[in-house]
C-alpha cells in the first residue's frame, strides 16, 4: 500500500480514510477529483481536490507531480478547510460613522476610486503606496503593481516579507545573474552534498526535508548549518552548531579550506566568472583555527565539510529567503562557495533560494518590488520602461518606491497617505514597527482580503476576495515551477477574484482594462516579463505547469539553470570582507539574545487560523505557554537554577523584559532565543531600535514568582 508519511508528522491518513461517511446521507452527490496546487508553502506541492457538488471535501498528494511525488505535509492534507470556513466576508465593507458597512460593489469602488485621485491630486503619485502578501497569485500581483504604476504614477510597491527577502534577490541577481533557486527540488535526490543553511526543513518546508532525508539514507552526505539543532540537523553528518551571526566566517573558513587543498574548479572559473582574483586576496586572511574559534565549532568538522563538498559530483546548499533574515554577505559567502567549486549550472548541484510562502517567488517576478519592473529589470533602466510604456500605454517613474518597512515602521512624519493591502495583514504578521498603531495615521487604508484580519478591522475599505479552489490563478514555487491552481467550485455570491476587483477599480479610474479571466492576465505577463514569454494558462495546465526560463523558443520550461552549458562569463565573485570578530557577552551581560524563527510561527497564519484542523495542530503546541516564551538552552537553564515555565527576567543596555522560559536542547549553549511573533520582549528588549537583526548581549535571572 502506498505510504504517505512525512518528516514533518506522524502517520499520514490514507486518501480512502477522508471518503465521507454516506451511511447517513441520502443519495450521494456527484463527487470530482481535480488536480490543482497546494498554496501554504513555497514548495507548490500537486494535490487533488475531491468536490462534492459545490463543497471541497478533501484534499490528497498527486503522486506523480515531479516535486511530491504522493506526499504532502498536514497543512497541504487539510488546505481546503479554509474554504469552508464560517468566517469568510460575504460583502464588500465601507467604513462609515466610525463602523464598517455593508455596500455594494459599485459603492466601494466608486468611493475607493474619489480617494486615490483626491490623495495623488493633493500629495502627489508617491503619497501612495500598494503592499501585497506573498500568498498572492501572479495575476493579482503583476495587475496590483501594474495600477501602482501604470494608472498611479508611483514606484511604491512591496510585499510583505520583502523586507527580508530582497536582500537574496539582490546578491542572486548581481552574482549569478537569476534571482532564483538553480535546480529542481527532486534533483536533490541525486545529490552528493547537500548543506543546509539556516532553515528548519522539517517544519517549514516539510517536502523538501523529506527529499533530503531520503538523499542522506541513499548516501549523500548531509551537512546543516545552524544555531538551532533541529529534526533535519539530528540526521546531519556534520552538525555545525555556529554561534549566532558568525556565518560569514564560516563560509570564509569553508573557502580558505578549498583552496589550501587545491580543489578550487579552476577551469569553471576562468571560464566563467569574473573577480576571482580579489576574492582570493580576502580568502588568503582566513585561519581556520581562528574562525572556528569565532564560530564555535571545531575546526575538524569544518574542514570535513568543505573536502566533502569540494570532492562532490554534484553539492547542493539550501538557505531561507524568508523570514529568517539574512544579510547580504552571508548569501555572497555562499555563492562564493558554489562558484569556487564549479556547482552552478550542474544537475543535483547548485543553490536554493527557498522560498517559505507559496508565491514568494512569482510575486517577486511580477515586479512587487519597489526598485524592480516585472522581470527584475530596474525601475531606473530607461529601456526596460519604454518597453512597458510600450505595452501599457503610459509614462513610467523613474525612482525607486519606498518599501513596507519605511511605509509601516515607526519613523514619523509618514511617506504615504494611503496604503492598499492585498491579503497582506502586517498587524498580525509584520516582524517589523507596530502596524497596528501605525494605520491609524493614514489618511486611507484598503484592505482585500478574504477575512476580517486585524489589518481590516482598522482599514475604510475591505474588499472580499475569492479562496483556494475558487479560481483558475497561478503561483510560481521556489524551483521557478509556474503552475496552476483551479477553480473546482463555484464562489459564493459577493467575493470577486482580487484581479477581477483590480480590473474593475481601473475601469473605474478610467483605463481601458478589459481583462476577462486570469488567463488574459497571463497573456499580457508573457510580453511583460522574458522568462515567462512561454507561459500561458492551456499549456500550464498540462504536465504540473512550466519552470522559468520558459519562453516560445523553450517552451518546456528549465529544469535547472544553465544546464545548455554556461555560456561566457556571466558570474561574479564578490569579496566579502572578514567580519570583525563578534565579541564575546561578558560582564553583566554574559549571554547573547537572538530573535528567529519558531516552530510556533505558523499559528499566527491567517489560513491555518481558519482550518479547524491545524488551528488544533498548531496551537496545541502553545497551550503550556499561553504568554509566549523565550527559549534557553538546557545546560544554562540548570546553571542558573531555572525549570521549564518559570518566570525569567531578561536585562539588557536597551531594556528588559519578563517572560516565560522555554528549557530545550535545540537552542545553543549561551543563547536565548526569542520567536519573531513574541512581539513584547522583542520591544520592551530593543527599546528605541528598530533593528531585530542585531545579536544583543542580555542578563538572565529568575523571576520571583
Ligand atoms: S510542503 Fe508546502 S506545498 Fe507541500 S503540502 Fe505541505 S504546505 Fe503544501
Redesign the pocket.
Known amino acids: 500500500m502506498l505510504q504517505l508519511a512525512l518528516p514533518?508528522g506522524g502517520p499520514t491518513p490514507s486518501p480512502k480514510s477522508r471518503v465521507p461517511d454516506w451511511s447517513r446521507s441520502k443519495a450521494p452527490e456527484s463527487m470530482a477529483h481535480t488536480l490543482t496546487t497546494?498554496?501554504?508553502?513555497?514548495?507548490?506541492?500537486g494535490?487533488y481536490l475531491e468536490t462534492s457538488g459545490n463543497r471541497v471535501t478533501g484534499a490528497y498528494?498527486s503522486m506523480s507531480h515531479p516535486t511530491?511525488q504522493g506526499r504532502?505535509?498536514?497543512?497541504?492534507?487539510n488546505?481546503h478547510e479554509v474554504v469552508s470556513s464560517p468566517d469568510r466576508l460575504k460583502s464588500p465593507l465601507l467604513k462609515k460613522d466610525g463602523r464598517l458597512q455593508e455596500v455594494s460593489w459599485e459603492e466601494a469602488l466608486s468611493f475607493v476610486a474619489g480617494r486615490l485621485q483626491d490623495i495623488r491630486r493633493r500629495h502627489g503619485p508617491d503619497a501612495l503606496a500598494f503592499l501585497n502578501s506573498p500568498r498572492c497569485s501572479n495575476e493579482e500581483s503583476y495587475l496590483l503593481q501594474k495600477l501602482a504604476r501604470a494608472l498611479i504614477g508611483t514606484n511604491n510597491v512591496d510585499h510583505g516579507t520583502g523586507v527580508y527577502c530582497n536582500n537574496s534577490i539582490q546578491v542572486l541577481l548581481d552574482m549569478i545573474g537569476v534571482p532564483a533557486s538553480t535546480n529542481s527540488i527532486s534533483e536533490l535526490a541525486r545529490s552528493e552534498v547537500i548543506f543546509v543553511d539556516g532553515v528548519d526543513l522539517g517544519r517549514q518546508?516539510?517536502?523538501?526535508g523529506g527529499w533530503v532525508i531520503r538523499a542522506k539514507l541513499r548516501g549523500a552526505k548531509l551537512v546543516v548549518i545552524d544555531t538551532r539543532r533541529h529534526r533535519v540537523a539530528e540526521s546531519a553528518d556534520l552538525f555545525l552548531q555556529i554561534r549566532p551571526g558568525t556565518e560569514v566566517t564560516l563560509y570564509g573558513a569553508l573557502a580558505k579550506v578549498i583552496l589550501d587543498q587545491g580543489l578550487a574548479d579552476l577551469h569553471f572559473i576562468r571560464g566563467h566568472c569574473r573577480d576571482f582574483d580579489r576574492f582570493l586576496e580576502q580568502v588568503r586572511e582566513y585561519d581556520l583555527l581562528a574562525a572556528a574559534a569565532v564560530c564555535g565549532v571545531p575546526a575538524e568538522a569544518i574542514e570535513q565539510a568543505a573536502l566533502a563538498y569540494a570532492r562532490a559530483r554534484a553539492a547542493a546548499i539550501l538557505y531561507s529567503t524568508g523570514i529568517e533574515s539574512r544579510s547580504k554577505d552571508s548569501i555572497r559567502a555562499i555563492v562564493n562557495l558554489a562558484l569556487l567549486t564549479g556547482n552552478i549550472g550542474r544537475e543535483s548541484a547548485g543553490i536554493y533560494a527557498l522560498t517559505e510562502q507559496?508565491n514568494l517567488q512569482g510575486v517577486c517576478d511580477m515586479g512587487m518590488l519597489p526598485d524592480r519592473l516585472p522581470g527584475y529589470r530596474a525601475v531606473g533602466d530607461a529601456s526596460a520602461r519604454r518597453t512597458l510604456e510600450a505595452l501599457w500605454g503610459c509614462r513610467l517613474p523613474d525612482r525607486p518606491g519606498l518599501g513596507a518597512r519605511t511605509l509601516l515602521g515607526d519613523s514619523l512624519p509618514r511617506a504615504a497617505k494611503a496604503l492598499w493591502f492585498c491579503r497582506y495583514d502586517p498587524v498580525s504578521t509584520a516582524f517589523f514597527g507596530d502596524a497596528a498603531s501605525s494605520l491609524s495615521q493614514f489618511e486611507l487604508v484598503v484592505v482585500q482580503h478574504l477575512f476580517m484580519t486585524g489589518t481590516a478591522q482598522q482599514a475604510d475599505v475591505v474588499l472580499p476576495t475569492t479562496a483556494f479552489g475558487e479560481e483558475t490563478v497561478s503561483f510560481t514555487s521556489t524551483e521557478r515551477r509556474i503552475q496552476l491552481a483551479n477553480r473546482v467550485i463555484d464562489p459564493p455570491a459577493g467575493p470577486l477574484p482580487a484581479w477581477q476587483q483590480l480590473t474593475r477599480l481601473a475601469q473605474v479610474l478610467g483605463a481601458d482594462w478589459a481583462y476577462a479571466s486570469a488567463a488574459d492576465v497571463m497573456a499580457e505577463i508573457t510580453r511583460a516579463v522574458p522568462s515567462y514569454s512561454g507561459a500561458h494558462h492551456d499549456n500550464l495546465a498540462r504536465e504540473y505547469g512550466r519552470q522559468w526560463p520558459c519562453t516560445s523558443d523553450k517552451p518546456l520550461g528549465t529544469r535547472f539553470l544553465f544546464e545548455e552549458g554556461v555560456q561566457g562569463r556571466p558570474f561574479r565573485f564578490v569579496p566579502v570582507a572578514r567580519p570583525l570578530p563578534v565579541s564575546q557577552p561578558a560582564g553583566a551581560y554574559p549571554m547573547t539574545l537572538v530573535f528567529g524563527h519558531s516552530l510556533y510561527y505558523w499559528h499566527q497564519n491567517v489560513l491555518v487560523r481558519h482550518s479547524e484542523t491545524l488551528k488544533r495542530e498548531y496551537r496545541i503546541l502553545l497551550l503550556d505557554y499561553p504568554e509566549g516564551f523565550v527559549e534557553i538552552n538546557t545546560d544554562d537553564a540548570k546553571a542558573l537554577g531555572l525549570r521549564d515555565g518559570d518566570k525569567i527576567r531578561l536585562s539588557a543596555a536597551t531594556g528588559s523584559a519578563i517572560s516565560t522560559a522555554r528549557v530545550t536542547p535545540e537552542v545553543r549553549s549561551g543563547t536565548i532565543h526569542v520567536p519573531y511573533f513574541v512581539r513584547e520582549v522583542e520591544r520592551q528588549m530593543l527599546g528605541a531600535s528598530e533593528d531585530d537583526h542585531q545579536l544583543l548581549p542580555v542578563r538572565v535571572e529568575k523571576e520571583a514568582a
Open positions: 514533518g497546494c498554496t501554504f508553502c513555497g514548495v507548490g506541492c494535490l498528494p511530491n504532502i505535509c498536514v497543512r497541504g492534507w488546505v518546508l516539510p517536502t523538501i507559496n
